[in-house]
C-alpha cells in the first residue's frame, strides 16, 4: 500500500496514489471556498472593530491552506511555488497596530492572490484534481458492479447506460466490462499529470507574475539602497563631525602647547614642563575619543574573532545577565557581520533600557544559509516595532540584506525578538 | 632580567626597548606573532611586553600567543598591550588563576613611571589591569547594584584595588595614609561578603572575581 503523502513523482507508486492526492486536493478545495467566506465576512466586520480580532487569524488559516497547496505541489509534482516578498509581518498588540495590520494587509498584492485562489480553485482546481478518483471510481462500478445491476434495473423498466454503452443484454453487459477496467486504467494513467496541471494552476493563482514580481523586488531594492546610503552618509558626517571636534581639535591645541614649551624651555623651564605635561594628557584624551569612534565604526573585537565573540564581549558589557549561545562554523562576510553586530548591540541597549529584563538569552545559528538570531528577555513586553525607534533602525540596518525582524512581545513578557538574514554560504 | 617585547610599530618597540634597557632589564624584541610564540615556548622570559594586535593576521595573534605560551609555562609574567580594551579578553587572561598578567592600554606607557612599575609588578606575580578595563567592570556593577553598599571613598578604593595597585599605591593616589587604606579595604570585604586576604595578587583575583559575576 502506498502513502499518499509520500512523495513519489513518477511510475505506479505515483499512479496508485494520484486518486487518493486528487481527493485531499478536493477537500483542501472545500476547506479554501469555506475561509475565503471566513475572509470577506471577517473583513468586513473589521470597521465594527470586532474584525480587528477575527480577519487576523482568518487571514493566518487562508496562509495556512496556501501553504499547504504549496507543500502539496512541491512534493508531488515538483512544482516550487514561491512564497509572496516580502513576508507578512506578525500582528501587533494593541487597537492601533492591528488596525495597520488589517490595512496594510488588505492593500498587499500577495494577500489577494491568496484569495484570488481560495475562490478560483474550489472550482476549477477542484475539477482537475477530482478527476482521478472519479475515473477509478466509475470504472470500478463498470467493472464490478454493473455486470450484477442492470437485470433489476432493466426489468424495473429502467434505462441503464455505461458510458456508451445501452446495457440491456448479458452480451453488453460483459461489452462494458473491458470498458470500464479501460476507463480505470485511464484514471490512474493521467493522474500524475493531472496533478502537475493542478500544481502549474496552483503556482499559476498564487505567485505574482515575473514582472510584478521584478518590479515588488525592484521597489524594496531602491527603498532599502536609498536608506543603506542615507544611512552611510549619516555616518561618514557623524565621523567628520567626531575628529573635527575631537582629536583634531586636541592635535591642533597640543601643538599650540608643545610651540609654546618649546619658546620658554630656555627662561622658564617650569612653565614649559607644565605644557609637556598637558601635551601629555591631551595624547591621552585624544587616543580616548579616537577609540570610541572607532568602536562605533568598526569594533576591534569584531574584527578580531567574529560575530559570535564580539557579541559574547557586548554581553560582558551589559548591566543584564546575558547568556549567548553562539556557534557559527565559519566567519560570515564583514558587512553582514558588521550589520548583525550593531543589530544585536541595538537590542540590548533597548532591553536593558526599556524592558526591566534582569536575564536575556541570545541565540546565533546558521541554518541552510540563514543567519537566524533570537533574543528572548524576562521584561516586561509590550516591545513594538512600529513605535520604538530602536527597533526600527535594527529593521533598516537589516532590511539591507534581505534580514527580516520578529518581534512578539505580549503584555507582561516574555519577549523573543528573531532575527533572520540570508547569507549565501 | 630578560625581558620579550613583541611590538609592529617600530617607533614603539623602540621606545619601549630604549626604556627598558635604561631601567637594567635586558630586552628580546619582535614583531610578529609567530616569532613571538617560538620564543615565549624556546626560552621563557623573566616577562613579556606584547602587543595584543600583531602580524600576521593583524588580529588577536599577540593574545593568543600569549594564552599559548601560558597554557605550557603556567604563570609565565605577560603584560599586554593594547589600543583597546576588552572585558571579554581580560577575563580570557584571568582565566587560569594564575596571576602575573598584566593588561593595559598602550597610552599607558606614556607615563614611564608607572608603566616600569606594571612591568615589575606582573613580573613579580601581580595582576595589573587598565583603569579602563575597571571603571568599565565597575559601571556594569553599579547598574546591577551590586556594589551598592560602597561609600564613595571605598568604591574609589575598589577601583584601585581591581587595578591591582598594592595599599602604599592606593594610599599615595587616595591622599590618605596605609592604615586608613586597610580599614577601607577590610570593610570593603565585609560589605562584599569575600575572605579577607593578606596576599596582594589573591586580594585583586578575589575582587575580580567578584565583579566579574
Not at chain 1, 524592558?355 to 540563514?370: F, M, T
Not at chain 2, 617607533?11 to 631601567?23: K, P, Q, V
Not at chain 2, 599586554?80 to 598584566?102: F, K, N, P, T
Request: proline share 6%; glycine share 8%; hydrophobic share 45%.
Amino acid at each position: 500500500m502506498n502513502d499518499i503523502l509520500a512523495s513519489e513523482r513518477t511510475g505506479w507508486p505515483a499512479r496508485l496514489a494520484a486518486p487518493g492526492r486528487g481527493l485531499l486536493l478536493v477537500g483542501l478545495a472545500l476547506a479554501e471556498a469555506v475561509v475565503a467566506c471566513v475572509v470577506a465576512a471577517t473583513a468586513m466586520l473589521i470597521p465594527l472593530g470586532i474584525g480587528l480580532y477575527l480577519f487576523p487569524p482568518s487571514v493566518a488559516w487562508l496562509s495556512g491552506l496556501a501553504e499547504r497547496a504549496r507543500r502539496y505541489a512541491r512534493r508531488w509534482s515538483a512544482v516550487t511555488v514561491a512564497y509572496p516578498e516580502p513576508a507578512r509581518p506578525a500582528v501587533p498588540a494593541g487597537l492601533p497596530g492591528r488596525l495597520r495590520w488589517c490595512g496594510r494587509t488588505l492593500t498587499d498584492r500577495g494577500f489577494w492572490y491568496e484569495y484570488r485562489w481560495s475562490l478560483i480553485d474550489p472550482i476549477v482546481g477542484a475539477f482537475v484534481a477530482g478527476i482521478p478518483f472519479s475515473l477509478v471510481v466509475y470504472g470500478v462500478f463498470g467493472a464490478l458492479v454493473q455486470p450484477f445491476v442492470w437485470q433489476p434495473i432493466d426489468r424495473a423498466g429502467g434505462s441503464n447506460w455505461y458510458t456508451a454503452v445501452h446495457v440491456n443484454t448479458l452480451p453488453r453487459a460483459l461489452l462494458a466490462v473491458p470498458i470500464a477496467v479501460a476507463v480505470t486504467v485511464l484514471g490512474l494513467w493521467c493522474g500524475p499529470w493531472l496533478l502537475r496541471v493542478h500544481a502549474r494552476l496552483t503556482r499559476a493563482l498564487l505567485t505574482l507574475d515575473r514582472t510584478e514580481e521584478l518590479t515588488r523586488r525592484v521597489e524594496q531594492l531602491a527603498g532599502t539602497r536609498a536608506a543603506a546610503v542615507d544611512s552611510s552618509a549619516a555616518e561618514l558626517r557623524r565621523i567628520e563631525r567626531d575628529l573635527h571636534d575631537g582629536a583634531q581639535a586636541r592635535l591642533v591645541a597640543m601643538g599650540m602647547s608643545l610651540s609654546n614649551a618649546e619658546r620658554l624651555i630656555e627662561r622658564d623651564p617650569e612653565t614649559a614642563r607644565a605644557l609637556v605635561a598637558e601635551v601629555r594628557q591631551n595624547s591621552s584624551k585624544a587616543l580616548q575619543e579616537l577609540r570610541d569612534l572607532v568602536r562605533g565604526i568598526h569594533p576591534p573585537v569584531l574584527a578580531d574573532r567574529g560575530l559570535p565573540d564580539a557579541v559574547r564581549a557586548l554581553a560582558l558589557d551589559s548591566p543584564l545577565d546575558v547568556q549567548v549561545d553562539a556557534r557559527l562554523a565559519h566567519r560570515l562576510p564583514p558587512p553582514l557581520e558588521s550589520a548583525v553586530y550593531f543589530a544585536v548591540n541595538e537590542l540590548l541597549a533597548n532591553t536593558a533600557k526599556h524592558s526591566g529584563a534582569d536575564r536575556l538569552d541570545i541565540g546565533i545559528a546558521l541554518d541552510e544559509g540563514l543567519l537566524r538570531i533570537r533574543v528572548r528577555d524576562d521584561g516586561c513586553g509590550g516591545a513594538d516595532p512600529s513605535r520604538g525607534s530602536g527597533l526600527r533602525g535594527v529593521q533598516r540596518r537589516l532590511a539591507a540584506f534581505d534580514g527580516t525582524l520578529r518581534v512578539d512581545s505580549p503584555a507582561g513578557g516574555p519577549t523573543v525578538i528573531e532575527l533572520e538574514v540570508p547569507c549565501g554560504s | 632580567m630578560r625581558v620579550v617585547i613583541a611590538e609592529d610599530l617600530f617607533l614603539l618597540r623602540d621606545g619601549l626597548a630604549r626604556l627598558l634597557r635604561e631601567h637594567g632589564f635586558a630586552v628580546d624584541a619582535v614583531d610578529n606573532g609567530p616569532e613571538l610564540l617560538d620564543l615565549l615556548l624556546d626560552d621563557p622570559p623573566g616577562v613579556a611586553v606584547v602587543d595584543v594586535r600583531l602580524p600576521p593576521s593583524f588580529t588577536d595573534d599577540g593574545l593568543r600567543g600569549a594564552l599559548a605560551a601560558r597554557r605550557r609555562h603556567p604563570g609565565l609574567p605577560i603584560l599586554l598591550l593594547s589600543q583597546y580594551v576588552e572585558q571579554l579578553y581580560a577575563r580570557e587572561l584571568l582565566a587560569d588563576g594564575a596571576g602575573a598578567i598584566g593588561y593595559l592600554l598602550k597610552d599607558r606607557v606614556f607615563d614611564a613611571e608607572q608603566f616600569l612599575d606594571a612591568v615589575r609588578r606582573v613580573a613579580g606575580g601581580g595582576t595589573v589591569l587598565d583603569p579602563e578595563v575597571i571603571t568599565r567592570l565597575l559601571r556594569r556593577n553599579d547598574a546591577r547594584g551590586t556594589v551598592s553598599a560602597l561609600t564613595e571613598r571605598e568604591r574609589d578604593v575598589l577601583q584601585l584595588m581591581a587595578e591591582g595597585r598594592s595599599n602604599s599605591a592606593i594610599a599615595a593616589a587616595q591622599h590618605v595614609s596605609d592604615s586608613a587604606v586597610t580599614k577601607h579595604i577590610a570593610s570593603i570585604f565585609g560589605k562584599l561578603d569575600l575572605a579577607p586576604s593578606t596576599d596582594d595578587n589573591r586580594r585583586v583575583l578575589a575582587v575580580l572575581a567578584y565583579l566579574n559575576q
